[in-house]
């Protein structure tokens, strides 16, 4: 595609629900980042894929974070028992070689938890 | 451990006027750096990076940034701000290969 797409856009979860967010990289991108952007705050980096390995998950705040990208393009983050502290935009980004200073972020996925 | 400060967590200008938007950072190495533009509701749009040579970089429209090691920064400029450019602004540096750290973010507002 034209850019890195995601969906939902916006998503409003109860406490203790559980959400699973979409990322679509631009074709032929190598690697796929997560990012946790708070309200007020920079993003702050969740996890990083080089095709379908995750080789770097250290920024990911709690074993009820979970992402896959099992065929090494589509990418899915799941929050398992969402908490108000989750809610945040959710920003995915691509990158055709794994470099972190070339990379193409998507609009985000706006997470709000009740 | 590496980090970014933006010391400005919101700047007002008119238009037509120059802005200076600060970054200081920590790292141990030789730096990557970046700023990036995030619009609302928009993702992050990489408005400029340095990697090494010329410390002075030149980005998209119309921004450019220094980078100063013996003081750890890497500002912001811009010689005329236009009312478009009213958006938050991301400082950020390179860890390695595959992540970037960013800064907290300065918010600029345009005065017509």
């Known amino acids: 595609g034209a850019g890195v797409s995601q969906s939902p856009r916006y998503k409003v979860a109860k406490r203790g629900q559980d959400v699973a967010l979409r990322c679509d990289p631009i074709?032929?991108?190598?690697?796929l980042f997560w990012y946790q952007q708070a309200l007020g705050q920079g993003p702050e980096f969740l996890t990083y894929?080089?095709?379908?390995?995750?080789?770097?998950k250290s920024g990911l705040p709690s074993d009820r974070f979970f992402a896959e990208r099992p065929e090494g393009s589509v990418s899915t983050l799941k929050i398992q028992r969402t908490q108000q502290e989750d809610s945040a935009v959710y920003l995915c980004?691509?990158?055709?070689?794994?470099?972190?200073?070339?990379?193409?972020f998507g609009p985000g996925t706006r997470l709000t938890v009740t | 451990a590496q980090s970014v400060t933006q010391p400005d967590i919101h700047i007002t200008v008119s238009e037509g006027a120059s802005l200076e938007l600060r970054c200081n950072y920590s790292?141990?190495?030789?730096?990557?750096l970046f700023w990036y533009v995030q619009s609302p509701g928009q993702g992050l749009q990489l408005l400029l990076k340095?990697?090494?040579?010329?410390?002075l970089v030149q980005g998209i429209k119309g921004f450019e940034a220094e980078f100063k090691r013996s003081q750890s920064s890497f500002n912001l400029r811009k010689p005329s701000v236009h009312w478009s450019d009213a958006a938050e602004y991301f400082c950020?540096?390179?860890?390695?290969?595959?992540?970037?750290?960013f800064g907290p973010g300065t918010s600029l507002s345009v005065i017509p």
């Open positions: 074709s032929g991108h190598v690697s």
């Open positions: 950020a540096v390179g860890v390695g290969y595959d992540k970037v750290i």
């Open positions: 340095y990697f090494s040579g010329d410390t």
């Open positions: 980004a691509s990158s055709l070689d794994g470099f972190a200073g070339d990379i193409y």
């Open positions: 894929f080089q095709n379908e390995a995750q080789l770097d």
């Open positions: 790292y141990g190495a030789t730096p990557y």
